[in-house]
């Protein structure tokens, strides 16, 4: 397959990246916005809330991850590059997308949910951990898409 035929599995790749960071970068912004609100006011709660403004960023680490496992299953870093027919470059292109749109959908409501632990734990410290488990109750839905594009990737022979 000639070198050009990659560029629907590597398209995958990088809507896989691109999806999942756009999604992080919204809810890491949201997230970060609301703890800005709370340090204007208490700057020493910074270390606090940097736990609930980091955590959405999780997504865009999992969307780099499946843009990487599927470079490495077409051999494109220093393999030899894979045989591809067109049905398996439109197979690695699909297997792509669940850690993409997961992360996008879920890293931005993540973000919002992360907003409201910084409020919550702006009133009361002692609740930060609470606002983390709800945060994190949002992140299994990214690592389920994580999960998806790793065993889809797993199953297409080449």
């Known amino acids: 397959m000639e070198l050009f035929s990659y560029a629907i599995p590597v398209a995958g790749a990088a809507l896989a990246v691109f ?8 809810g890491i912004g949201i ?6 609100g709370v340090l204007s006011e208490d700057p020493d709660k910074f270390g606090s809330l940097l736990i609930l403004v980091a955590l959405p960023g999780t ?6 991850l499946g843009g990487f496992l599927v470079i490495f299953k077409l ?4 393999g030899t590059p894979a045989e591809l027919n067109l049905v398996q470059s439109w197979q690695i292109f699909f ?14 409501h993540q973000g919002k949910v992360c907003a409201a632990g910084v409020a919550m734990a ?4 002692e609740t930060l951990m609470k606002g983390v488990i709800y ?11 994580l999960i998806a594009t790793i065993l889809l990737l797993q199953g297409i022979k080449i």
């Open 122 to 125: 702006a009133k009361r410290p």
């Open 31 to 36: 997230a970060g916005q609301a703890a800005d």
């Open 19 to 26: 999806l999942a960071g756009f999604g992080s970068s919204i």
């Open 75 to 78: 051999g494109l870093l220093g």
């Open 135 to 145: 945060g994190a109750m949002v992140e299994t839905y990214a690592i389920f898409g």
């Open 59 to 64: 997504q865009g680490i999992y969307g780099l």
């Open 95 to 108: 297997a792509a997308l669940p850690v993409g749109f997961a992360g996008w959908i879920s890293g931005i």
